[in-house]
T-cell receptor
Framework: DADVTQTPRNRITKTGKRIMLECSQTKGHDRMYWYRQDPGLGLRLIYYSFDVKDINKGEISDGYSVSRQAQAKFSLSLESAIPNQTALYFC????????????FGAGSRLTVL | GQNIDQPTEMTATEGAIVQINCTYQTSGFNGLFWYQQHAGEAPTFLSYNVLDGLEEKGRFSSFLSRSKGYSYLLLKELQMKDSASYLCAVRDTSQAGTALIFGKGTTLSVSS
């Protein structure tokens, strides 16, 4: 099983719908992140959480919200999806010590029509 | 603010050596990372530099000069499987939480 699991892997939805992307990890890491990746723009940070009671906005948080339900779970919600939120979304985790290397999930491809 | 620049695309042939450059401007610095990402897959960690100098790991090496805001990733004995995007990322300590900031990536195509 993967250390960082994202569901769903692919989702097609319509404008205005509420969407939740879920992430769970078995690495025991305290830090979790959500990034989106768009062609030509690279990975951009949406939200991050350093523990269950800590939620922080990243570079592009508008239109998104997150919930850290447990140390191992971090979900990303789009309350009312719009077409420019079509992207590849990655969840990542890190230990928060030493090099603090990010481990990424396999990604969730979201298409908003 | 922060800015991370790397070339958009590079091409090379099997067996060759390629150097992918990355320059950065950040208000604070606490480490530079290189990740490899094959098309449609998750980025995977390659290397980490926090002090000046060269870090070698098999066919891959990474160099850092903090005074110049410069790093490179050196790939030796290129193989077809090295065709991927290579992402430079910096930990900017001036940003709350010091999360990683990524460059846009360099797509490397290796031909036979």
């Amino acid at each position: 099983d993967a250390d960082v699991t994202q569901t769903p892997r692919n989702r097609i939805t319509k404008t205005g719908k509420r969407i939740m992307l879920e992430c769970s990890q078995t690495k025991g890491h305290d830090r979790m992140y959500w990034y989106r990746q768009d062609p030509g723009l690279g990975l951009r940070l949406i939200y991050y959480s350093f523990d269950v009671k800590d939620i922080n906005k990243g570079e592009i948080s508008d239109g998104y919200s997150v919930s850290r339900q447990a140390q191992a779970k971090f979900s990303l919600s789009l309350e009312s999806a719009i077409p420019n939120q079509t992207a590849l979304y990655f969840c990542a985790t890190s230990q928060g010590s030493g090099a603090n290397v990010l481990t990424f999930g396999a990604g969730s491809r979201l298409t908003v029509l | 603010g922060q800015n991370i620049d790397q070339p958009t695309e590079m091409t090379a042939t099997e067996g060759a050596i390629v150097q992918i450059n990355c320059t950065y401007q950040t208000s604070g610095f606490n480490g530079l990372f290189w990740y490899q990402q094959h098309a449609g897959e998750a980025p995977t960690f390659l290397s980490y530099n926090v002090l000046d100098g060269l870090e070698e790991k098999g066919r891959f090496s990474s160099f850092l000069s903090r005074s110049k805001g410069y790093s490179y990733l050196l790939l030796k004995e290129l193989q077809m499987k090295d065709s991927a995007s290579y992402l430079c990322a910096v930990r900017d300590t001036s940003q709350a939480g010091t999360a990683l900031i990524f460059g846009k990536g360099t797509t490397l195509s290796v031909s036979s």
